[in-house]
């Protein structure tokens, strides 16, 4: 009988990338034939039944379906909502075991892909296909060729350095941001080191996906082109 290891078999029916499979497993959440397993690298069959968080998991896989959602300020991208409002609420209606493609924070707004295709998932979340983010940022104040210095410039982050960083500046104390990497509330620590404050952060662009007129709160299923797009090789000339 064939074996697969409990964490890509997770990953692969939908429940999360491989990393978040690992974490959910590590966590006590998931059961295998009414015994909860904590090991990700633990083998077992295609037969097993299988429970994440006293849900059953499907003997089969489900249709792929991914979704871009613009994702309001206030909402958070995790599957409990840790006492908010998780974005998929706006997807109660869909019988699918859907997760948000990587995350943007509860202050945060704009392009936010949910799917249960876990190919993809990790596609997009692993940082060597390196796709990119554009993100438009207002912060607190005009920024000085002093301070837009040091956004551009080398910097690093809770003792990782990260890849340069594409800023544009769009009028006022508007920023446009291009990242090819997506480390937690990164935009938000390179403007505290450059002392500056985000006031408002919307992403407007993944990849070859383009937030567009999609107002807040609402969602479409991407089309067979994006997703052959996002499967593709990402452009790396940014």
Same mark, same amino acid.
């Given at each position: 009988?064939?074996?697969?290891?409990?964490?890509?078999?997770?990953?692969?029916?939908?429940?999360?990338?491989?990393?978040?499979?690992?974490?959910?497993?590590?966590?006590?959440?998931?059961?295998?034939?009414?015994?909860?397993?904590?090991?990700?690298?633990?083998?077992?069959?295609?037969?097993?039944h299988? /429970?994440?968080? +006293?849900? $059953? *998991?499907?003997?089969?896989?489900?249709?792929?379906?991914?979704? #871009?959602? =613009?994702?309001?300020? !206030?909402?958070?991208?995790?599957?409990?909502?840790?006492?908010?409002?998780?974005?998929?609420?706006?997807f109660?209606?869909?019988?699918?075991?859907?997760?948000?493609?990587?995350?943007?924070?509860? /202050?945060?707004? +704009?392009? $936010? *892909?949910?799917?249960?295709?876990?190919?993809?998932?990790?596609? #997009?979340? =692993?940082?060597?296909? !390196?796709?990119?983010?554009?993100?438009?940022?207002?912060?607190?104040?005009?920024?000085?060729?002093?301070?837009?210095?040091?956004?551009?410039?080398?910097?690093?982050?809770?003792?990782?350095?990260?890849?340069?960083?594409?800023?544009?500046?769009?009028?006022?104390?508007?920023?446009?941001?291009?990242?090819?990497?997506?480390?937690?509330?990164?935009?938000?620590?390179?403007?505290?080191q450059?002392?500056?404050?985000?006031?408002?952060?919307?992403?407007?662009?993944?990849?070859?996906?383009?937030?567009?007129?999609?107002?807040?709160?609402?969602?479409?299923?991407?089309?067979?082109?994006?997703?052959?797009?996002?499967?593709?090789?990402?452009?790396?000339?940014?």
């Amino acid at each position: 009988m064939d074996m697969e290891r409990l964490q890509n078999l997770l990953a692969r029916r939908g429940v999360a990338s491989r990393r978040g499979a690992a974490d959910i497993i590590r966590a006590g959440r998931v059961r295998m034939d009414g015994v909860t397993v904590t090991e990700p690298g633990a083998r077992i069959a295609e037969t097993a039944h299988i /429970e994440v968080d +006293g849900r $059953l *998991l499907k003997a089969k896989e489900e249709p792929h379906r991914t979704f #871009l959602y =613009h994702k309001p300020v !206030g909402e958070v991208c995790s599957t409990d909502g840790q006492g908010a409002r998780s974005v998929l609420e706006a997807f109660r209606g869909i019988n699918l075991r859907l997760v948000p493609v990587g995350r943007l924070d509860k /202050e945060s707004e +704009g392009l $936010l *892909l949910v799917s249960n295709d876990g190919a993809l998932i990790q596609r #997009l979340t =692993h940082p060597r296909f !390196g796709h990119t983010k554009i993100y438009e940022v207002e912060v607190n104040a005009v920024p000085t060729e002093a301070q837009l210095a040091i956004l551009r410039g080398p910097m690093t982050l809770e003792g990782y350095k990260i890849r340069p960083v594409r800023v544009e500046t769009l009028g006022g104390r508007r920023l446009r941001f291009t990242l090819t990497e997506g480390r937690h509330r990164q935009i938000r620590q390179m403007c505290e080191q450059a002392h500056l404050r985000v006031t408002r952060l919307r992403r407007v662009a993944l990849g070859t996906l383009r937030l567009g007129s999609l107002p807040p709160g609402r969602w479409r299923e991407l089309s067979a082109a994006e997703l052959n797009a996002l499967r593709g090789t990402p452009n790396k000339n940014v």
